[in-house]
């Protein structure tokens, strides 16, 4: 090469001194050929060349190539600001198309440089166009360029850094996959936009672009207007959809309905409801949207006869359908189904179901911790009524409590109402009996009165956690309730309730009904009328804001402050810039509490954003603020902006978590278990670990129930800590002198780790990356049991069934099988303790061995007796899921399965490398990857989604189907009876005894 | 023979006669012409490509930029040396295996190395020196200069004076004068640094002047603030350097506590 030649640039720069100009030029030309080499002896004589390119009266083309030059030799010594400065003088000469590294860093650069720019003339949107031409006109070469080459990511990701949705809208309609494209856009615009504004615009820009295309992907534009706040879209396309003679079309309306429903976003969702015409006609299959769900014949009398406030409207079913023609008949048909799926009580339903059935907590776990407690330690006591009610919430078995009506009896005053409540949780989505079920504890309007206040207002808070964000049934109920008590109580269980049931309907009147609470200034109920009134107006970012603000200084009380001030910050929920200047007036207050507040409005107002502004500002106050609640809860606030990126979470507080003060201690150990929940991450058990052993007592508490938060569902097949943490959990219940307040996060903790029936798990994110409100809200009300324990159910707000539930036209749950493409020991349920024999807990080593063994035969056994025994697994509500169909050798065991002590080596046998699941099933987290459908299927999905609800297009329509999820819940009369003994008073027992107790449920026991 | 080559041979030609005319602006001009003549040469470096009449332009060049070389040093023009010697040095450094050496070689890098040493550029003067293989230093051009800097820097500089009588080449003479002020230039700033006055006498021999005349003329135009008093030379000394800055201990001191207690905070 050419370039070997010469060993020094010295002559060609002695040529530029030249008075020839062709001399120069020639000399020009050479040295850029040659800068690459020589640029540090370029470097000593670059003034010249400037010179050169400043000289008016050298040929344009000629000052371009000094230009060229001097930028080049700039981009050799770093000096990248200058380089590029110059590259702009060089005009057509810098070619973008170059591959070298100087084009490729300089434009970077140049792209970085116009990015800003438009940003912040953009934001400051008074004195825009002060941008060089040159620049753009290089950003716009890069553009084309990339365009031309099929770089369409590439382009679209630089159009929107640059805010240039002209070139994002060409870079996406001229691509070749318009889809794939346009849901990498979506992908992008919600990772990396951060200001809410801009990422309005892109989104708007894709619906655009999205329904011009000739086969629009509805799922994705309904998900986009869903951001966008754009309920009339989403009402058109599902009507259009609806209106289709394809029944396919109709799946894909269900379909999207329960994506949307996902995203829990109640306002929105009653508003495209609101916006789709009522059916016209009534036929008889649908004519009570809940009817369309498969409930078993036994619960139907019971569902009509209570299901009083919501059945109303349906329930008056004509029961002459007149002849109109066949697709007006369909058409409503389809109509009232969706309003079903859309006001949430479809998936409430099955999810209810789901649990129920394949509720597999372990009562055990349970017995242990309340063998453990001593009888008058009464937070204790109340931590394992709450863990009990977390165990099983969703699931509606409360067996546990009616087995221990005595113990249970036990619990007073707030630990009354807080064990009331948990019934609200246990029964969480029953939505047609949960008033009936909560009708012995609640207030009887004059009507002896006998109940105390606290269950009594216990009971309007489990109605609120049963209805939370699907009230529409409820909200009148509590209101009445509401307005007609003025004992502080009740008030605080009903301005909870209200707040749960109408969560983000922003509701004028139930708004008034609250305030009025709060002005009466009772510290009791006005705290809790202050988070009533900020979960009623969750993330509108109203003006009533400004109100709570006034009155947290006007009053006294601390309480009533602190519960203004959470009640704040829900308002601005997601609403990112916007709620600066709140959060600017909030974090300046004198009152550390007011300043508190401001952490959990940061928290929100970015919630998941990973904004990092808003991190820096958290950092500075989590080392910087005199008061120590609100250190904690600025570090603390750090998990819900980081519950995107849970990898980045134990980096950025790891170093807090070591800080010598407990409060950002613990702040850091919660900001972990709140981003990392239910993900396993391994670095965050890591962080954890060193806490739960912390010298201060409410650090290892929190750590405790981070650490569960963090492990929930996960066994110890796929991580070996759990096992460990499972059992440091119960050596800290079992150990006499451990401190209450770690002894209550143990016990709490080991209610997390097995939510739901170890059906459920914490997801702040929907699966299509949207914010899940209620399960954000949830958490962060959830996090202020530090200061008030009942506080603590709100968890059950973020638990998510982790479930595929397939669903086929008529939204009932057919029964196929799909693959899980991994092992089934990674994911099964973890292993059931055993039962205590007949002396104490003392457990040998080997028993542990023996009864996994035990286990794996029962399951070997049960699945080579499977058709023999069906009725059997069906009792056992366990239709064959996680059951072995990748035999072979299992059976082979049969024989000997029955003995007691088989050697463990036995089991040693190669595990399968996949597992048969049939729907509907339990699909953790981690094991979504692994889903695969099978070819041969009859049932093909409308979308492939690994979990969730998932609408399936029947191959073969004409055969008849075989449902399952059919044992609906109906334990109504059995709990009424059995709870109001423990916590009633004795005239409502008598009363409940009336009623015949049914036989309990069918539980599944170890053997 | 290419059309090209022989234009520029031509020129060359004419442009040889005007030196040997001493007729500095027309071979100043024709030189200017040549240059961009030759820049049509694809044989030249920095493009070394192989064409047929490759040598003979090479040839040709190196010769022109000799001659530019030369030309400079009638001139008395230390720009137009360097430039022209930069632009003539790859044909030595680069185009030595295409070439054969030419006779001027060392004579113009030894008039470079005179160059370097009365430009008072030591170091490069050395960085050349290095450049040069082992054989050329025996050369007497090379030779020369390389004993006229180790006399400079011995401080031998009645050495240097007389090395004048022994040059290898007529075109030495310029520099040759040149270095004798370099000298004087040398001993006046030494004295200066060393002595607080001297007589006139002494100052004369001292800078080798041959009369009191030379050293005054000498003393106006180079050293005004040099004053002549009673027949002596007072040096004025530089001005008091300022004392040594103080170290700002105590701010250190602070500032550096003041970020432990930082820290202590973070954490």
Known sequence: MAATMVSSAGGLLAMLNESHPLLKQQALQNLNNYVDQFWPEISTSVTIIESLYEDEEFDQNQRQLAALLVSKVFYYLGELNDSLSYALGAGSLFDVSEDSDYVHTLLAKAIDEYASLKTKAIESSADAESIDPRLEAIVERMLDKCIADGKYQQAMGIAIECRRLDKLEEAITRSDNVHGTLSYCIGVSHCFINRREYRCEVLSLLVNVYQKLPSPDYLSICQCLMFLDEPEGVASILEKLLRSDNKDDALLAFQIAFDLVENEHQAFLLNVRDRLPTPKSQPLESANPRSAEPVSGETEPSTASEDVPMAEGASVSSTSAPEIDKSEETYSERLTKIKGILSGETSIQLTLQFLYSHNKSDLLILKAIKQSVEMRNSVCHSATIYSNAIMHAGTTVDTFLRENLDWLSRATNWAKFSATAGLGVIHRGHLQQGRSLMAPYLPQGGAGGGGSPYSEGGALYALGLIHANHGEGIKQFLRDSLRSTNVEVIQHGACLGLGLAALGTADEDIYDDIKSVLYTDSAVAGEAAGIGMGLLMVGTASEKASEMLAYAHETQHEKIIRGLALGIALTVYGREEEADTLIEQMTRDQDPILRYGGMYALALAYGGTANNKAIRQLLHFAVSDVSDDVRRTAVLALGFVMYSEPEQTPRIVSLLSESYNPHVRYGAALAVGISCAGTGLSEAISLLEPLTSDVVDFVRQGALIAMAMVMVQMNEASDSRVGTFRRQLEKIILDKHEDTMSKMGAILASGILDAGGRNVTIRLLSKTKHDKITAVVGLAVFSQFWYWYPLIYFISLSFSATAFIGLNYDLKVPKFDFISNAKPSLFEYPKPTIVPTTTSAVKLPTAVLSTSAKATKARAKKDAEQKANTEKAAAAGEPSTSTNSGKGKSTEKDGDSMQVDTPPEKKAEPEPSFELVTNPARVVPSQEKYIKFMEDSRYVPVKLAPSGFVLLRDLKPTEPEVLSLTDAPSSTNATRAAAAAGLGAGGQQAMAVDDEPQPPQPFEYTS | ?267
């Open chain 2, 1 to 267: 023979m290419d059309p090209k080559l022989t234009e520029v041979s031509q020129y060359f030609e004419r442009f040889k006669a005007a030196c040997v005319r001493e007729d500095i602006d027309t071979s100043a001009n024709l030189l200017s012409q040549l240059k961009v003549l030759l820049t049509s040469f694809r044989s030249l470096p920095p493009l070394f490509e192989v064409t047929p009449n490759a040598v003979q332009e090479l040839t040709i060049a190196r010769d022109i930029y000799e001659h530019a070389v030369l030309l400079s040093v009638k001139m008395g023009d230390q720009d137009a040396f360097e430039r022209d010697f930069f632009q003539l040095k790859p044909y030595y450094t680069d185009a030595r295996k295409r070439l054969p050496r030419s006779p001027q070689e060392h004579m113009i890098l030894g008039l470079n190395l005179l160059r370097l040493l009365v430009q008072n550029r030591i170091a490069e003067f050395h960085t050349e020196l290095e450049l040069l293989p082992a054989e050329s230093l025996e050369d007497p051009c090379i030779k020369h200069a390389v004993e006229l800097e180790q006399s400079f820097m011995e401080g031998a500089y009645n050495r240097v004076l007389t090395a004048k009588q022994t040059v290898p080449n007529q075109s030495y003479d310029y520099f040759m004068d040149l270095l004798a002020k370099t000298v004087r230039d040398e001993i006046a700033g030494c004295s200066e640094k060393a002595y607080d006055f001297l007589s006139t006498n002494d100052a004369r021999q001292m800078l080798l002047f041959s009369s009191d005349n030379e050293l005054l003329k000498y003393i106006n135009e180079e050293h005004p603030e040099w004053e002549i008093k009673d027949g002596s030379v007072i040096f004025q000394k530089a001005k008091e350097t300022a004392p040594c800055k103080e170290i700002p201990s105590l701010q250190l001191i602070n500032q550096t506590l003041s970020y432990a207690r930082e820290l202590e905070r973070i954490v």
